[in-house]
């Protein structure tokens, strides 16, 4: 089974300081890991993924995620935030062996930017 | 193309009813998933469907609710008489292979409040 701690339920950030959204996972098998992004009135999206290879993934919007395995963690940065970030960030896990389809939520921080 | 639909977007029960949630997938995805989110809270599983068979139904929180997807397009999530507690929202993702990694694909969700 696995299981995912997000820290921050609400992170206030300035307009285009840096922001860490923090993520530590916990599975007794190899895993997958996601962000998803809610935007205020919309379904969930994919921002970003680890399958495997290089530990370090990035978005199409500026955001990156670090696969650190001894810390169990997928920690979600950005240098500089715009208002549009301002969402719902959820992390995901799911577990690398066979059968095991089922994405393993979060409870999610809220990003909310200051203009 | 169109992206996953789910019908009606709101629910209103009273407690006791029966209820049909509806979800129509991205055409030619091979999975299907059904996830419940409480208020405050991340996704979390409830069954998933490959084709027409449902491969794990683990997060059922009762046998009140049940799930179909006969011609392995379409699924019908039911709830057989409401209770308050099942007052959340109910999205449905599909992914287009079994494999792993495939990335899950949210609809808008359907919010069900049971009164």
């Known amino acids: 089974a696995q299981s995912v701690t997000q820290l921050d339920s609400q992170v206030p950030v300035f307009e285009e300081a840096p922001v860490e959204l923090r993520c530590n996972y916990s599975s007794s098998v190899s895993v997958y890991l996601f962000w998803y992004v809610q935007y205020p009135n919309q379904g969930l999206q994919l921002l970003l993924k680890y399958l495997s290879g290089s530990t370090l993934v990035e978005s199409i919007n500026g955001f990156e995620a670090e696969f650190n395995k001894s810390q169990t963690s997928f920690h979600l940065r950005k240098p500089s935030v715009h208002i549009s970030d301002t969402a719902e960030y959820f992390c995901a896990v799911k577990g690398a062996n066979f059968g095991n389809e089922k994405l393993t939520f979060g409870t999610g921080t809220r990003l909310t930017i200051i203009p | 193309g169109a992206g996953v639909s789910q019908s009606p977007r709101y629910k209103v029960a009273k407690r006791g009813q029966d209820v049909a949630l509806r979800c129509d997938p991205i055409s030619g995805h091979v999975s299907l998933f059904w996830y419940q989110q409480a208020l405050g809270q991340g996704p979390e599983f409830l069954t998933y469907?490959?084709?027409?068979?449902?491969?794990?139904k683990s997060g059922l929180p009762s046998d009140r609710f049940f799930a179909e997807r006969p011609e392995g397009s379409v699924s019908t999530l039911k709830i057989q008489r409401t209770q308050q507690e099942d007052s959340a929202v109910y999205l449905c993702a599909s992914s287009s292979t079994g494999t792993s990694g495939a990335e899950q694909y949210f609809g808008p969700g359907t919010r069900l409040t049971v009164t």
């Open positions: 469907f490959q084709n027409e068979a449902q491969l794990d």
